[in-house]
């Protein structure tokens, strides 16, 4: 089965620095993935990590620890426009594309 | 190059009446996959294609189906609509040994 944890909701301040947390269980593994959704648009991509460690893009940053089966997405210099939902998707392993969503995070930056 | 393209953006229908959903992937992309989200379940998979091939199906039932065509443009049905189908569903592409999925825009379907 398929079971991924991150908050429901944080809240921080313009020019800060936030991490969201994810939390899966999943019986095959291809990737972990970052996807930010602003309220009525599509899901963007932010970030793919298949390997442990940390990658940098920009403001933001992700890291994946396979063995405690956790991430990460840090963002930086936050501001207003990265109000949105952050959501962590697990990638199924074969060559079929699914992805195992978790229930989002809900960031608002605050001025 | 354009992106993911989803028709309709928004459609009302009746339950028990049927509908079908157009996905047009970004040029190349042969991969086309299908995602319902609902505020109570999220985003949830619902089938990928590949070159017109079902690959893989999440845990919906057999009123939910999918093709896809020879230039990857892809279209889903659900047929005997319940009330609990409203939600928007979503398509992504991709290419075949790349990661990342786009997604479109979406169609907002709601049932009355």
């Known amino acids: 089965g398929q079971n991924i944890d991150q908050p429901t909701e944080m809240t921080a301040t313009e020019g800060a620095i936030v991490q969201i947390n994810c939390t899966y269980q999943?019986?095959?593994?291809?990737?972990l993935f970052w996807y930010q959704q602003h309220a009525g648009e599509a899901p963007t991509f932010l970030s793919y990590?298949?390997?442990?460690g940390l990658e940098e893009k920009g403001r933001f940053s992700s890291f994946l620890s396979r063995s405690k089966g956790y991430s990460y997405l840090l963002l930086k210099e936050l501001q207003m426009k990265d109000s949105a939902s952050y959501l962590c998707?697990?990638?199924?392993?074969?060559?079929?594309?699914?992805?195992?969503f978790g229930s989002g995070t809900q960031l608002t930056v605050l001025p | 190059k354009a992106g993911v393209t989803q028709t309709p953006r928004y459609l009302i229908k009746t339950r028990g009446q049927q509908v079908t959903l157009s996905c047009s992937p970004i040029?190349?992309?042969?991969?086309v996959s299908w995602y319902q989200q609902t505020p109570g379940q999220g985003l949830q998979f619902l089938f990928e294609?590949?070159?017109?091939?079902?690959?893989n199906k999440g845990n919906f039932p057999g009123r939910f189906s999918g093709r896809q065509f020879s230039n990857s443009r892809s279209e889903m049905n659900v047929s005997t609509l319940e009330l609990g189908d409203s939600a928007l569903y979503l398509c992504?592409?991709?290419?075949?040994?790349?990661?990342?999925?786009?997604f479109g825009q979406g169609t907002r379907l709601t049932v009355v």
């Open positions: 040029s190349g992309h042969r991969s």
């Open positions: 998707a697990v990638g199924s392993s074969g060559s079929a594309r699914q992805l195992t």
């Open positions: 294609y590949f070159s017109e091939t079902q690959r």
């Open positions: 999943t019986s095959g593994f291809n990737g």
């Open positions: 992504a592409s991709s290419l075949e040994r790349v990661t990342e999925a786009f």
């Open positions: 990590n298949v390997l442990d």
